[in-house]
């Protein structure tokens, strides 16, 4: 495989939203219609990007597959990138399509609400997997050895069709649903013999279409439906891992909890990590759950 010109070989590859991020956080409890004193932050994001930080954090070499628009904000966004140890150079840099955006507002009681702008990732549609049939990452008759973190940003027909491809027809995919709302368009991929489904409760229910009580009983659910492997997290009362030889549930530590947007990617990015290291499935589980909780109390994880 040939990568692009001064550009490594990563170790990994995360295919989706790569964004700002506009975040309110307050510590006071949220209702309909406050207005209350906080903070209001723009950080990099998007699940592809918040899971490609934590990978770096971790010592690997995550490269962004996404759509990036070359207005100012985009090129600050692959600056940032760059200062981060994350490799860009084989995204999608498109001169008509802005640079995507996503804005949340937090309380002491959680994610209130959140507006996903990802226009410009759907509309690239698939010349965002351009370095995967090219040579610079893979080809059809070659394809991708590796790890794939796929987000459920990208449309359910490009998903779809991503399932059914020879391009990812030897990765080890690592799939994310972005949110309870996109969580369907993750349907397709559920049978693939190479996936490993992240999903707190309430996406497990979407997929399932079933009123899972635990994330135990969405996982084993998920499993006889179809799916490979499925992790369920449900926030601080479990988190269950299940394949179709059996299933394990640990709790997670009992953390303050500061913020909350990113917590599921970094997650997935210790999980990943972990099992990449070769840790257990139980370690692996553990040193993820670990890692989350730092991240929600506000310490970086590492």
Same mark, same amino acid.
């Given at each position: ?62 490269? $962004?597959?996404? #759509? ?7 090129? *600050?966004?692959? @600056? !940032? +990138? =760059? /200062? ?116 707190? $409760?309430?996406? #497990? ?7 899972? *009580?635990?994330? @135990? !009983? +969405? =996982? /084993? ?82």
């Amino acid at each position: 495989m040939t990568p692009a010109p001064d550009t490594p070989v990563p170790d990994i590859l995360c295919i989706g939203s790569v964004l700002w991020d506009i975040i309110g956080r307050t510590p006071s409890h949220l209702r309909l219609g406050a207005d209350v004193p906080g903070r209001i932050v723009r950080i990099p994001g998007g699940v592809a990007m918040n899971i490609a930080m934590t990978l770096r954090r971790f010592g690997l070499r995550p490269a $962004l597959l996404t #759509a990036i628009g070359r207005d100012p904000e985009g090129e *600050q966004l692959v @600056a !940032e +990138a =760059a /200062r981060m140890g994350l490799l860009t150079g084989f995204a999608y840099r498109s001169e008509d399509l802005p640079t995507d955006r996503y804005m949340a507002v937090e309380g002491g009681n959680g994610l209130v609400a959140a507006i996903a702008d990802a226009h410009s990732l759907e509309a690239a549609g698939d010349r965002i997997l351009r370095p995967l049939e090219d040579g610079r990452l893979g080809t059809p008759a070659a394809p991708w050895p590796g790890p794939i973190v796929l987000d459920g940003n990208l449309t359910a027909d490009l998903l779809a069709r991503i399932a059914a491809s020879p391009l990812v027809s030897r990765a080890d995919l690592r799939l994310a649903p972005a949110s309870p709302g996109k969580a369907e368009r993750l349907l397709p991929l559920l049978g693939h013999p190479g996936a490993t489904i992240y999903v707190n $409760l309430e996406e #497990a229910r979407i997929l399932g279409h079933r009123d899972f *009580q635990t994330s @135990a !009983e +969405a =996982a /084993r659910g998920l499993v006889e439906r179809g799916a490979r492997r499925v992790i369920v997290t449900d926030g601080a009362r479990s988190v269950s891992d299940a394949d179709r030889d059996g299933l394990l549930t640990l709790q997670p530590p009992a953390v303050l909890v500061t913020r909350v947007t990113g917590a599921g990617d970094t997650f997935l990015a210790a999980h990943l990590t972990a099992e990449r290291e070769g840790a257990p499935r139980e370690a692996a589980l553990a040193r993820a759950l670990h890692a989350a909780a730092l991240y929600v109390s506000g310490d970086t994880p590492t």
